[in-house]
């Protein structure tokens, strides 16, 4: 009898608490305007974080919070995990693109920073903003302005990498994301907005999928939003004037990834994530705000 009493409580003390491992990304910034037809700056991605051995406690509720993506010109929203007996997770969203040409700007701090948009003014350089440690990379700067063929923004910064630089031929390009194997697929997330440009080479964002390119005035080169649930820039525009629109687009919005042991998943959540079976685990991947309880 005591030796069965003894095993129920041992039981259930160890039943108590189970680590998961997670995957938290916020909204991208949104790509600079594009003022007067010169290259504006790309939008930085959103922070991310990542790591195993995370402890629930069974029974307490995790609060997940998704951030959408910035606007054109504004930055992106926070993600994070958060929850009786865990340290919150918290990630910044993305910096936006400067805007360029009289509007000229600095690109914006967040989880990447955003690029620098284009000056007119000659070795007028607008600088990117700065990257959160730990969370993504600064955004690249502007070329010197002077004849209009060298207005070309900078590239909106990434988890795995800077933004490019403008050039006199060419935008900056996104800084590269950073790759995640946490569904039990390869997936690269959190890449920087390219950059504007008047009429040489816009910047790329996600070269898969063409998602988060700048836009480039002479032609029909629109600027694309960053992808969403990856936490990607968007592209910076090149001018907002005439019929000729080719302004900035918005970040792509943030995710949360929740890879559980299946032994211990309780299958209590809201917020409608999508639930996988991952060989021993169960993955919840919420693509808006939830909770799940342990």
Do not use: C, W
Not at 2 to 23: M, R
Request: net charge positive.
């Amino acid at each position: 009898m005591f030796a069965a009493t003894k095993a129920f409580f041992a039981k259930a003390v160890v039943s108590s608490n189970y680590s998961i491992e997670y995957l938290v990304i916020a909204g991208g910034g949104g790509g600079g305007l594009g003022t007067s037809g010169y290259g504006a700056g790309g939008g930085g991605a959103g922070g991310m974080k990542t790591a195993s051995g995370l402890t629930l406690t069974v029974g307490n509720v995790v609060t997940v919070t998704v951030g959408g993506g910035g606007a054109v010109g504004t930055n992106g929203s926070a993600s994070s995990l958060s929850g009786t007996g865990i340290t919150t997770v918290s990630t910044t969203g993305g910096g936006r693109g400067g805007d360029s040409g009289g509007n000229k700007q600095d690109g914006a701090s967040g989880g990447s920073g955003g690029g620098g948009g284009s000056s007119n003014v000659s070795g007028g350089v607008m600088v990117g903003g700065t990257g959160t440690s730990g969370e993504g990379s600064n955004g690249g700067s502007s070329n010197p302005g002077n004849a209009d063929p060298a207005l070309q923004g900078g590239g909106g910064g990434g988890k795995g990498g800077t933004g490019g630089t403008g050039t006199s031929t060419q935008a900056g390009h996104g800084g590269a994301g950073s790759s995640s194997s946490i569904t039990g697929t390869a997936t690269t997330y959190a890449i920087g907005g390219g950059a504007g440009t008047y009429q040489q080479t816009p910047g790329n964002g996600d070269t898969s999928d063409g998602s988060g390119k700048g836009a480039k005035h002479t032609t029909s080169g629109a600027a694309t939003a960053g992808r969403a649930n990856r936490g990607n820039g968007g592209g910076g525009g090149t001018t907002n004037v005439s019929a000729d629109v080719r302004n900035g687009k918005a970040g792509g919005s943030g995710v949360v990834i929740l890879r559980i042991p299946a032994a211990n998943y309780s299958g209590t959540t809201t917020g409608a994530p999508t639930v996988t079976d991952d060989g021993s685990f169960k993955v919840l991947v919420y693509n808006s705000s939830g909770s799940y309880t342990a």
